[in-house]
C-alpha cells in the first residue's frame, strides 16, 4: 500500500468511525468485508479501538466462493443456509454492538448462471436474515453503516477504459471523492452536509404530502404517503440515542410510501444489479400499490423473480429524492453499485419499508404496521428513476399540488 493511499484509508477510517457509526467507547464492532479489502479493514480496526472499542469482529467474504458454488453445488442444495450467523448478528445487536458493511462486488459475478437458483438464494437469505435486518436494521436499533471498497472487477466495469493496473485506483479515487475526503476538514464537510439534509427533511415533514405525482420519460406514477410518514436523511439515532449515518456517502432524504396507494408507471433511469445480474431498461406498472406489470430489455427474468419472493416485494417499502445535481449524479459515472447509483438519483425500493418512517412505527406490532401502510417483506431492492427530465409535486391534504421538483431540481428552499 503506497503512502498517498494509506493516508487516504486514514481520512477515510476516521470518517467512518466517528460519523458514520459515530462509535462509542466500550461498545463492540462487527465488520462484514471482501477479503480484497483487507488493508483498509485494519486500518478502520485500530481507528476503532483507538475511540475505544471493546472488540472488533471482522469476517471476510469472499464472493468467488459464491459462484463456485453456482459452478459445482448440488442443485438440491441451495436452500442451505448458515442460520449461526444471523444468530451470531442478533446475540451481538442484544448487546449493543455497532455493525459496519463494506461493499465492493463483481457486478457481473452470476451473468449466465440459472435465474431461478439465483433467485431462490437471494430468497433464502433474505428470509433467515429478517430476524436481524427487520428488528434491528430496518428500526435503527442499533448504529450500522454501510460503505464501500475499490476491487479489481467492479473497477473494471466502472472506468474500463483505464488501463487494467489502473483501474482500481481511479475507483478508489471515485469513492474518496463521493464521501468528501478531498475537503480539507472531511468530517466538518460532512456536518454541513447532513445539516443541509435535515433542513430538507424538516421541509417534508412540515408539509405532510398525501401523495408524490411523478413525471418523466417513461414514468406517470401516483405515489401515496401514509398519515404519520417521517422524512429521514443523512443522520439517524439507535435506541440509545447514538445519532450515526448510515450510508456513506448518502445525497437522500427517504420517506415510507403507503403500500396499497401507488399507481401508474415507473422507468428506470439506471441499471439494477441485483444478484449479479444486470437488470436493464425496465419499468413497473402499479395498481392499488401492487406491482401487475414487469418489462425489462435484459434480466426481466430475475426481475419478475424479484417482484414475486413474496406479497411484499411488490411493493414499494421506501422512496427517496435525490437532486440530479448530486455529486454522484455530476461524476458522470454509472457505478453498478446501489450504493452509489441511489445517490445519484431520485429513487424507489421494492419490498420493506423502514419501521422509523412511522410514527410510532419502531414499536408497532407488524399488523398494525401493515394496517397504517407499511410494506413488510424479506427483501428490500432500491432501484433509481430519477433524471434531469423528472418533475414531481407533492399532493397536500386539501388535494391541491405544488412543486418538489422541477427537472430534476430542488423546486423549494430549505
Sequence with gaps: MNDDLGQSFEKYADLVIKVG???????????????????LTRVLTAKAYDVGCRYVDVSYADEELELIRFEHAPKDSFEEFPTWRVKGMIERAEEGAAFLSISGNNPDLLKGQDTDLVALTRKVASEQSKPFSREFISKMTVNWCVISAAVAPWAARVFPEA?????????????????????????????????????????LNGKAYTALKYTAPGTDLTLGLP???????GVDANAKGTLFVPNIPTEEVFTIPHCQRTDGMVSSTKPLNYGGTLIENFSLTFQEGRVVGVEAESGRDVLKKLVETDEGAARLGE???????????????????????????????????????????????????????????????DFMIGSGEMDIDGVLTDGSTEAVMRSGEWAFEA
Aim: hydrophobic fraction near 40%; glycine fraction near 6%; proline fraction near 5%.
Design 21 to 39: 457509526l459515530n462509535l462509542q467507547a466500550d461498545q463492540r464492532l462487527v465488520i462484514r468485508v471482501p477479503v480484497e479489502a483487507t488493508e
Design 163 to 203: 488501463p487494467a493496473e489502473e483501474q482500481v485506483g481511479k475507483l478508489w479515487d471515485a469513492i474518496f471523492q463521493m464521501c468528501r475526503l478531498d475537503e480539507a476538514d472531511p468530517t466538518a464537510a460532512w456536518q454541513d452536509h447532513i445539516e443541509t439534509l435535515e433542513r430538507r427533511r424538516a421541509y
Design 227 to 233: 398519515e404519520g410518514h417521517i422524512w429521514k436523511g
Design 319 to 381: 422512496v427517496a429524492l435525490v437532486p440530479n445535481s448530486s455529486p454522484i449524479s455530476k461524476f458522470g459515472k454509472l457505478f453498478y453499485n446501489t450504493l452509489f447509483d441511489e445517490n445519484a438519483s431520485n429513487h424507489v425500493a421494492l419490498g420493506q419499508a423502514y419501521n422509523v418512517c412511522l410514527e410510532n412505527g419502531e414499536t408497532m406490532p407488524e399488523e398494525s404496521f401493515t394496517e397504517a401502510g407499511g410494506n413488510t417483506s424479506v427483501t428490500h431492492v
